[in-house]
């Protein structure tokens, strides 16, 4: 069964994760009109991405322009590729502004 209601769309995208004044560059893997999968390097605690919990995104797109996205984690834990480990998160978009939706209709669907 699945679980996803739109389709993903592979991407290589910078990202700024924004808490109060603190900011942490993120890159994100893929998205879609209302997720986007993150990955960050590892923190000292992945517990500040448990589910539920409320992330700003200030998402630069392929133009230079930056979007900033409201987002809420769906999962996270972390992952060890073959040459570094990594935090991956994913993440639902809270209310995708206007500028974002038109961004992702120019990408070509390529995950399903």
């Known amino acids: 069964m699945d679980r996803r209601k739109a389709k993903r769309m592979s991407v290589s995208l910078k990202a700024e994760r924004i808490s ?3 900011k942490q560059s993120v890159f994100i893997e893929d998205i879609s009109e209302r997720g ?4 960050t390097s590892p ?3 992945i517990k500040k991405y448990s589910p ?3 992330i700003d995104l200030d998402l630069e797109l392929t133009s ?25 998160i994913g993440l639902e978009i809270l209310h995708p502004p ?10 070509p669907h390529s995950l399903s």
């Open 64 to 88: 230079g322009i930056k979007i900033l996205l409201r987002c809420v984690t769906r999962w996270a834990y972390r992952m060890v590729p073959p040459d570094s480990e990594v935090d991956s």
């Open 20 to 22: 109060g004044n603190d």
């Open 36 to 39: 986007i999968h993150m990955i």
């Open 98 to 107: 206007a500028d974002y939706i038109k961004f992702i209709k120019t990408i």
């Open 52 to 54: 539920g919990s409320e």
């Open 43 to 45: 923190s000292a605690s």
